[in-house]
C-alpha cells in the first residue's frame, strides 16, 4: 500500500512569490493536514482538509490556504512568501471516524522543503 | 487548549542500553490519543506507538513501550535494548477533541556506540 506522497520535494522561492505544495493521502483516507516544521520549532499545525471541507486551522495568517479535491488529494498554497516561511511542511492523511471524535492515527509524507530567498 | 510537553531537549543512550523519553500533557477533553512519533535525520516521520486514554494498560510495541500515568497526565516513552537506528527525534503527540492534534517540540536521541 502506497503511503503518503508529497511533491515537490524541494522548493526554491524567492520573497512574494507564490508556492504550492501537493500531497496524496493513503487510499481511503479522507482527512489531510498540513503542518509547517521550522528548525527548533517543532511541528505547528496548519490546515485539516476532510471531505474536501476546512474542518480546522492553526494560527496561521490567510495567505496560508489550501484546498482538498474529489479524490482526497490537497494543496497547501502559500502567497506573499516571507523569509520566515522557509520550513518543512508536512502532510498526514488518517481516516475520520464515522461517529466522530478523535482522529485515528496520523500517517505522514516525507515534507517538502521550502526555502525563500 | 490542550499542551504538550517533553522537557528533553536531547537524550543520549549506550546501544543496548535503556533509555526513557518523557512527556506531559494536558487537555480538557475524556476521550483522547497519545502518540509517540520518530523523525530520523532527513527522514520521515514514522509513528512508534500510541495509546488510547481510557485503556489502562500501557501500549507495547516490540522494544518501545509506555509508561501512561492518566492522572499525572505523563505518557513516557521507554525504549529497550536501544539500536543505532533508534536515533532520531521524537515527538510526543496529543489528539483530543474534534481533529485536533498537538506535539511537542521533540526529544533528540543519540545512540551511542
Known amino acids: 500500500e502506497a503511503g503518503v506522497t508529497q511533491s515537490p520535494t524541494h522548493l526554491i522561492k524567492t520573497r512574494g512569490q507564490q508556492a504550492t505544495l501537493r500531497c496524496s493521502p493513503i487510499?481511503?483516507?479522507?482527512?489531510v493536514y498540513w503542518y509547517q516544521q521550522a528548525l527548533g520549532l517543532g511541528l505547528q499545525f496548519l490546515l485539516w482538509?476532510?471531505?474536501?471541507?476546512?474542518?480546522n486551522r492553526g494560527n496561521f495568517p490567510p495567505r496560508f490556504s489550501g484546498r482538498q479535491f474529489p479524490n482526497y488529494s490537497s494543496e497547501l498554497n502559500v502567497n506573499a512568501l516571507e523569509l520566515e516561511d522557509s520550513a518543512l511542511y508536512l502532510c498526514a492523511s488518517s481516516q475520520v471516524r464515522a461517529s466522530g471524535g478523535t482522529t485515528d492515527t496520523q500517517y505522514f509524507g516525507p515534507g517538502t522543503r521550502l526555502t525563500v530567498l | 487548549a490542550q499542551t504538550v510537553t517533553q522537557s528533553q531537549p536531547e537524550m543520549s543512550v549506550q546501544e543496548a542500553e535503556t533509555v526513557t523519553l518523557s512527556c506531559t500533557y494536558d487537555t480538557s477533553e475524556s476521550d483522547y490519543y497519545l502518540f509517540w512519533y520518530k523523525q530520523p535525520p532527513s527522514r520521515q516521520m514514522i509513528l512508534v506507538i500510541r495509546?488510547?486514554?481510557?485503556?489502562?494498560q500501557n501500549a507495547t510495541e516490540n522494544r518501545f513501550s509506555v509508561n501512561f500515568q492518566k492522572a499525572a497526565k505523563s505518557f513516557s516513552l521507554k525504549i529497550s535494548d536501544s539500536q543505532l537506528g533508534d536515533a532520531a527525534m521524537y515527538f510526543c503527540?496529543?489528539?483530543?477533541?474534534?481533529?485536533?492534534?498537538?506535539f511537542g517540540i521533540g526529544t533528540k536521541l543519540q545512540v551511542i556506540p
Open positions: 482538509y476532510d471531505e474536501g471541507e476546512e474542518r
Open positions: 495509546q488510547e486514554a481510557y485503556k489502562q
Open positions: 503527540a496529543l489528539s483530543g477533541g474534534y481533529q485536533k492534534v498537538t
Open positions: 487510499s481511503g483516507h479522507t482527512s
